[in-house]
């Protein structure tokens, strides 16, 4: 029904940037939220960034990304962004795009993507 598919993944030095994108197709009549997760090795999948558009497109971060990562929406595309600046060691992972929409057929659902790895070395 409805389908997340991630893409801007990859291996970046300490420092460097990378931009995440999440296109969202299939049978939407409406996204209320937004956001990237991702899961280390060994450790449980934490939220990164979302946009809840129900609340006028207010946005959330975890701590560890404040000030280093952005997420943004393309409302017209379905489409969210995720900007990643000043990458660590620690921000190596696989990230999931995940949305909470309202189908076509008036069911609503959480849908993720299937994920991207990020790895972040020197």
């Known amino acids: 029904q409805v389908q997340l598919v991630e893409s801007g993944g990859g291996l970046v030095q300490p420092g460097g940037s990378l931009r995440l994108s999440c296109a969202a197709s299939g049978s939407i009549s409406n996204i209320y939220s937004t956001g990237w997760y991702r899961q280390a090795p060994g450790k449980q999948r934490e939220l990164v960034a979302d946009?809840?558009?129900?609340?006028?497109?207010?946005?959330n971060y975890a701590d560890s990304v404040k000030g280093r990562f952005t997420i943004s929406r393309d409302n017209a595309k379905n489409t969210v962004f995720l900007q990643m600046n000043s990458l660590k060691p620690e921000d190596t992972a696989v990230y999931y795009c995940n949305a909470y929409v309202r189908t076509s057929y008036g069911s609503t659902l959480s849908a993720w993507g299937q994920g991207t790895q990020v790895t972040v070395s020197a």
């Open positions: 946009i809840r558009l129900e609340l006028g497109g207010s946005t």
